[in-house]
């Protein structure tokens, strides 16, 4: 490290409280936004999503963005659209909290920290033949992929887009944190890292991501949400011999 006080820049916003747990703890944390999460609202998606409201389905989330628009579709103005006929299967951790805020009268049949483990999750279940995905459009082929290849028909439903918003970073960083692949092609799209940067993903998928643009070292948050990332990074540069 180059400083006393090891330096992370966050690849998205990180809420007051998280920051002032790290600076608590002795790291500083800048943010900058690496995507922008553009909303998909429009008649024609609503009128997609009414219809399913009362059927029984299988519900597939591996973002905590699909299942916070989803709760903005279903709050709308006095109006308030209660779904209890689904059954969800979607991401722990953030994704996870975000999707039973919005859909908390469902049935949560599968649960898993990563979309290939989420997959293999849905198809040991035995039953399910088809499953609606609420994803981005710039979602990765793993979950789909899977489903598909074990005979399970997806429909996909966009709800999002993931707009990378490059920015060219100056300074140098003893730490990255990434939450997802897009914020790993955005950033590496304008920006190289030094030897000694450590990056810390979200997740399996986002590790993969970032294996394909450098050979840092990667360390992953031992749980996917934002607290458990900061407190990963806590514990590494406390405890950074014994990764030595």
Not at 83 to 102: K, N, P, R
Not at 177 to 200: D, I, K, M, Q
């Amino acid at each position: 490290m180059q400083n006393e006080r090891p330096r992370i820049l966050c690849t998205r916003p990180l809420s007051g409280h998280l920051l002032e747990k790290a600076a608590g703890q002795g790291l500083d944390i800048s943010v900058q936004a690496f995507t922008d999460i553009q909303p998909v609202i429009t008649e024609e998606l609503w009128g997609v999503i009414e219809q399913l409201l009362p059927q029984h389905i299988t519900a597939v989330f591996t973002s905590a963005h699909a299942g916070n628009i989803m709760d903005r579709y279903l709050h709308q103005g006095d109006t308030f659209y209660v779904v209890s006929t689904w059954d969800i299967c979607c991401l722990e951790g953030a994704t996870l909290q975000a999707v039973q805020e919005a859909l908390r009268e469902c049935n949560f049949r599968a649960t898993a920290a990563n979309a290939t483990a989420l997959a293999y999750a849905i198809v040991q279940l035995g039953d399910v033949q088809e499953v609606y995905f609420f994803c981005s459009r710039q979602r990765r082929d793993e979950l789909p992929a899977i489903l598909s290849a074990h005979g399970i028909r997806v429909h996909e439903i966009v709800l999002y887009e993931n707009v990378p918003t490059p920015v060219v970073t100056t300074s140098d960083y003893d730490g990255m944190f990434f939450f997802s692949p897009s914020a790993v092609t955005s950033f590496f799209s304008v920006n190289r890292l030094p030897r000694h940067t450590v990056c810390f993903a979200i997740g399996q998928t986002t590790a993969a991501a970032l294996e394909d643009f450098t050979d840092n070292r990667i360390i992953i948050s031992t749980a996917p949400s934002a607290e458990s990332m900061v407190q990963t990074a806590i514990f590494y540069f406390n405890n950074i011999n014994c990764y030595e």
